[in-house]
T-cell receptor, first 114, second 113 residues
Framework: DQQVKQNSPSLSVQEGRISILNCDYT??????FLWYKKYPAEGPTFLIS?????DKNEDGRFTVFLNKSAKHLSLHIVPSQPGDSAVYFC?????????????FGTGTRLQVTL | DAGITQSPRHKVTETGTPVTLRCHQT?????MYWYRQDPGHGLRLIHY???????DKGEVSDGYSVSRSKTEDFLLTLESATSSQTSVYFC????????????FGDGTRLSIL
């Protein structure tokens, strides 16, 4: 039972264009969402988060959008750079629960081409 | 970078042997977590700790135990390793009341033959 889904295993985008990574969730108790970026042989690195009281959060080139009614969030990267090539994981938790346990999606591999 | 060190970084062992992985943090964070990453599954929570001697099970806890005798150290033990436990294991820490983003170590690649 996959509560957090990333339906696109991979995405290829040209440098300078927008990258849009999508994530869907099924658990209505989730109220805090995060995006992580992972390079090979390294741990996931926190990118950006959003709580359910917001529908948008921006940090530099990264913007996360949350549509609670559709149980959908997306990460926009603009402009995309070659260094953004990595695997991106969406994660969710219920802050009212103990210790903010994260449930992860399966990841989307982003390749930014020159 | 968050001060998280995982050891060992790589280990190869045989089925039936005990294995202990260590996570050490220098951030004095209350919350610590162990995840495993497998193809097609993303990261899945094994166990977590919300304080010294306070631990609880995650989604895939069968076959694993944990201990936390000091704030800075969180140990993951496979009592009798099986080939299905071949995976990459990540430790994470979080501050506040568990409502801060988790920060991850660089992982331990464990192969069980």
């Amino acid at each position: 039972d996959q509560q957090v889904k990333q339906n696109s295993p991979s995405l290829s985008v040209q440098e300078g264009r927008i990258s849009i990574l999508n994530c869907d969730y099924t658990n209505s108790m989730f109220d805090y969402f995060l995006w992580y970026k992972k390079y090979p042989a390294e741990g996931p690195t926190f990118l950006i988060s959003i709580s359910s009281i917001k529908d948008k959060n921006e940090d530099g080139r990264f913007t996360v959008f949350l549509n609670k009614s559709a149980k959908h969030l997306s990460l926009h990267i603009v402009p995309s750079q070659p260094g953004d090539s990595a695997v991106y994981f969406c994660a969710a938790s219920a802050l009212s629960g103990t210790a903010s346990k994260l449930t992860f999606g399966t990841g989307t591999r982003l390749q930014v081409t020159l | 970078d968050a001060g998280i060190t995982q050891s060992p970084r790589h280990k190869v062992t045989e089925t039936g042997t005990p294995v202990t992985l260590r996570c050490h943090q220098t951030e004095n964070h209350r919350y610590m977590y162990w995840y495993r990453q497998d193809p097609g599954h993303g990261l899945r929570l094994i166990h977590y700790s919300y304080g010294v001697k306070d631990t609880d099970k995650g989604e895939v806890s069968d076959g694993y135990s944990v201990s936390r005798s000091k704030t800075e150290d969180f140990l993951l033990t496979l009592e009798s390793a099986t080939s299905s436990q071949t995976s990459v294991y990540f430790c994470a820490i979080a501050g506040g009341r568990g409502n801060q983003p988790q920060h991850f170590g660089d992982g331990t690649r464990l192969s069980i033959l």
